[in-house]
């Protein structure tokens, strides 16, 4: 076993940071004792739109390792740090991006934790991450499909413009960025009539349409679900026209 490096205040003085007890800390320290966990300021956290930029990330560095634990996707969830790791999404590193993104991915497991994500502002600064020159595309849209399994997510996807972007990808993105993309239009399909008519609008069909034929097998079923209530509600507008 990896013995870790740790600087006791520092790693106490961040814990205390996100309210967690002695107990908790112990705890912390005994079932992390095969990670390298780098000493950290709390400050950063406290403050995530003043400090120096590399503290910030090796701060995200650290909660990506605390966030794999079960306990910690709670404890993390409710703290300040959700809104720090929103934050470097927009102003961090591409390294740092990365380690927020994931982080946020962890933490968003927890279903409590998806509306404090998007309450946070990630979801303007995921949808920019989509421009596939960030080298950021997967990473952001997997984080995004947890996000759109709530109604907030759906709104804050739809109002910062993700629709288009998400039809791009269902045509142009990787094969698991087009599943992902798919299962978010999907959610964005159930949420309203008004999200499903933006999505028709924005031309989802045609690439619905060649997914459904040569996708992955998820993005093939997926195509193939969103495209089925698609005809059913078109058969229903019909039906009531005739009444």
Same mark, same amino acid.
């Given at each position: 076993?990896?013995?870790?490096?740790? @600087? %006791?205040?520092?790693? @106490?003085?961040?814990?205390?940071? %996100?309210?967690?007890?002695?107990?908790?800390?112990?705890?912390?320290?005994?079932?992390?004792?095969?990670?390298?966990?780098?000493?950290?300021?709390?400050?950063?956290?406290?403050?995530?739109?003043?400090?120096?930029?590399?503290? +910030?990330?090796?701060?995200?560095?650290?909660? %990506?390792?605390?966030?794999?634990?079960?306990?910690?996707?709670?404890?993390?969830g409710r703290?300040?740090?959700?809104?720090?790791?929103?934050?470097?999404?927009?102003?961090?590193?591409?390294?740092? +991006?990365?380690?927020?993104?994931?982080?946020? %991915?962890?933490?968003?497991?927890?279903?409590?934790?998806?509306?404090?994500?998007?309450?946070?502002?990630?979801?303007?600064?995921?949808?920019?991450?989509?421009?596939?020159?960030?080298?950021?595309?997967?990473?952001?849209?997997?984080?995004?499909?947890?996000?759109?399994?709530?109604?907030?997510g759906c709104?804050?996807?739809?109002?910062?413009?993700?629709i288009l972007?998400?039809?791009?990808?269902?045509?142009?993105?990787?094969?698991?960025?087009?599943?992902?993309?798919?299962?978010?239009?999907?959610?964005?399909?159930?949420?309203?009539?008004?999200?499903?008519?933006?999505?028709?609008?924005?031309?989802?069909?045609?690439?619905?349409?060649?997914?459904?034929?040569?996708?992955?097998?998820?993005?093939?079923? +997926?195509?193939?679900?969103?495209?089925?209530?698609?005809?059913?509600?078109?058969?229903?507008?019909?039906?009531?026209?005739?009444?």
């Amino acid at each position: 076993m990896l013995s870790v490096l740790i @600087h %006791f205040n520092s790693f @106490h003085t961040f814990f205390k940071t %996100f309210q967690l007890d002695f107990y908790d800390l112990f705890y912390i320290y005994i079932n992390i004792s095969t990670l390298q966990i780098p000493n950290l300021s709390s400050t950063q956290l406290q403050h995530p739109t003043s400090g120096n930029i590399g503290a +910030k990330e090796n701060s995200a560095t650290t909660l %990506f390792s605390l966030s794999v634990l079960e306990d910690y996707k709670i404890k993390i969830g409710r703290s300040v740090a959700v809104k720090s790791l929103a934050n470097l999404l927009e102003s961090g590193t591409l390294r740092g +991006k990365k380690d927020a993104a994931t982080t946020l %991915f962890n933490l968003s497991i927890f279903h409590e934790n998806k509306a404090r994500i998007v309450q946070a502002g990630a979801v303007k600064y995921l949808i920019e991450l989509m421009d596939p020159e960030t080298g950021m595309v997967d990473k952001a849209i997997a984080l995004l499909a947890n996000l759109s399994t709530i109604p907030e997510g759906c709104s804050a996807i739809a109002r910062e413009g993700g629709i288009l972007i998400l039809v791009e990808v269902v045509e142009t993105g990787s094969d698991r960025g087009k599943e992902n993309a798919a299962s978010i239009l999907m959610q964005l399909y159930l949420h309203s009539h008004k999200l499903c008519n933006l999505v028709l609008q924005e031309g989802a069909i045609p690439p619905l349409v060649a997914l459904s034929q040569s996708g992955t097998l998820r993005a093939r079923q +997926k195509a193939q679900q969103i495209l089925s209530h698609f005809h059913s509600q078109r058969e229903g507008i019909i039906a009531e026209a005739k009444s």
